[in-house]
């Protein structure tokens, strides 16, 4: 299962180092640092995969030979503003721009009023009756070079399946009947002998997916550990009032640019993760119980190089207990993250935190890791569980004062986002 994984996060990777090396790509300077951070990511995906399942790297010297000649790159390129003869960025293929006919399609998809070129219904009344054989439709579609955006109504009902959107499916786009109403659920896990990758219960690869309307879960609980509801690693997706549950591994934010308005992330342990340039913005975060020996830690990025674009951004959010877990909080530590690789990078801004943070805010990973190197900030939060006054007092720790120091984490510079949400018709917040 494993290397299974892996085959898929080369393959995924292979395509984007293939744009950069051709004779006439275009693209910009922020696309090479993504793509190249994104290739980063599925190889240190691959080896943690392996890592998983008992393999150890140190018996593959290629593995590290690319590690090096990825970081060297990524080095390379973010010392510099230019590579190759152009750097003019042509975005997703077939990515809406304003101006054309895709304008606002995302929020303004009606399912009374509205045309999907594919319908899923659980009762028959669709072309189908599982995801997955939309899916496969969508390949014989995408297979015959079509570029255009493609709908996806997927109907109220529980979806038990596991979904995949490939890399070669571009530019889909789901729609749910309503968060709790179109639920796609499963229950793979580690503890049963998957990947954390594998036991995704919904993975993301196609460039420009977007998602509105929907519940994405997985069932298997805090006992089986890493239990994925969600893993994207697509550039330029956007999900917009959804909903992810889960425990520990909730949203798998795997890799390139993301972005998540309106929605809902249930979790417990590390359940915001991964290595993407991901903002959260307008979200509900919800803290569930753990089992009796855990804390809760809401996110663990995986930046490991200090070129890499990534990190995660939560603006404007809230986050407080689920409802189950209100009343128990103060027997349980809950933290706003932890460093899950030597560089990793959280901001939390403008957000109201309730009482159950614990008044240091953040916890380490082992020891004195990454405690000099990685980059934590919080800016402007509010309520009780906001007080910086007990907070940790490590070098990467910081409490931002200025609006300068925040806005090179927000929408406009951290994912270029005014380049390709706006034409969503999303709600969204480019600045402070």
């Known amino acids: 299962m494993a290397i299974v994984d892996c085959a898929k ?19 910009s300077h922020e696309d090479v640092l993504a793509w190249l951070s994104g290739a980063i990511t599925s190889h240190r995906t691959c080896l943690d995969g392996l890592k998983e399942r008992g ?23 973010a010392k510099k503003h230019t590579f190759g003869s152009k750097t003019k960025s042509k975005g997703v293929e077939g990515r809406p721009r304003r101006g054309n006919h895709f304008i606002g399609q995302l929020a303004s998809w009606n399912p009374a009023t ?5 319908v899923v219904a659980r009762d028959g009344s669709g072309n189908y009756r599982t995801i997955k ?17 493609v709908i996806v109504h997927v109907k109220a009902g529980v979806y038990d399946e596991r979904v995949e959107i490939p890399r070669n499916l571009k530019n889909v786009m789901f729609v749910g009947d309503g968060m709790g109403k179109t639920v796609v659920t499963g229950r793979r896990n580690v ?10 219960t919904f993975r993301v690869f196609g460039d420009g997916f977007w998602a509105r309307d929907m519940t994405f879960e997985n069932t298997a609980g805090p006992q089986k550990h890493q239990a994925v509801a969600l893993m994207v690693a697509s550039d330029h997706s956007l999900f917009y009032r959804c909903s992810f549950q889960g425990y520990q591994d909730t949203l798998y934010a795997h890799s390139l640019r993301q972005f998540y308005r309106d929605c809902h992330i249930y979790g417990t342990v590390d359940f915001i993760f991964g290595n993407a340039a991901v903002v959260l913005q307008n979200c509900d975060i919800f803290v569930r119980k753990p089992m009796n020996h855990q804390a809760n830690m809401i ?22 207990p689920a409802p189950e877990f209100v009343g128990l909080t103060q027997s349980v530590k809950t933290f706003l993250g932890r460093p899950w690789k030597k560089f990793s990078r959280t ?6 935190l309730d009482g159950l943070i614990h008044p240091r805010g953040w916890t380490n990973w082992e020891g004195n890791f990454a405690l000099s190197t990685l980059y934590y ?16 007092n490590w070098p990467g720790f910081h409490v931002l004062r200025d609006l300068k120091e925040v806005h090179p984490f927000m929408v406009r510079n951290f994912i270029q986002g005014e380049s390709w949400i706006l034409s969503t018709g999303v709600p969204v917040w480019l600045e402070m």
Do not use: C, F, W
Request: proline residues 2%.
């Open 377 to 392: 900030a919080e800016y402007m939060n509010t309520g009780v569980g906001a007080s910086t006054r007990a907070r940790v």
């Open 347 to 352: 901001i939390i801004a403008k957000s109201d």
């Open 133 to 149: 054989e939309a899916v496969d439709a969508l390949g014989r579609i995408k297979g015959r070079g079509n570029e255009r955006r």
């Open 191 to 200: 503890i049963d002998g998957g990947t954390t990758v594998n036991s995704a």
């Open 9 to 27: 996060l080369y393959d995924q990777a292979e395509a984007r180092l293939v744009r950069l090396v051709e004779k006439n790509g275009e693209y």
């Open 114 to 118: 509205s045309r999907a070129d594919i």
């Open 299 to 320: 996110t663990a990025q995986g930046r490991e190089s200090p070129y890499e674009n990534t990190g995660i951004s939560i603006h404007g959010s809230r986050i407080q």
């Open 55 to 77: 393999v150890d790297e140190q018996v593959h010297p290629m593995s590290q030979n690319l590690t090096i000649v990825l970081n060297e790159a990524l080095a390379l390129h």
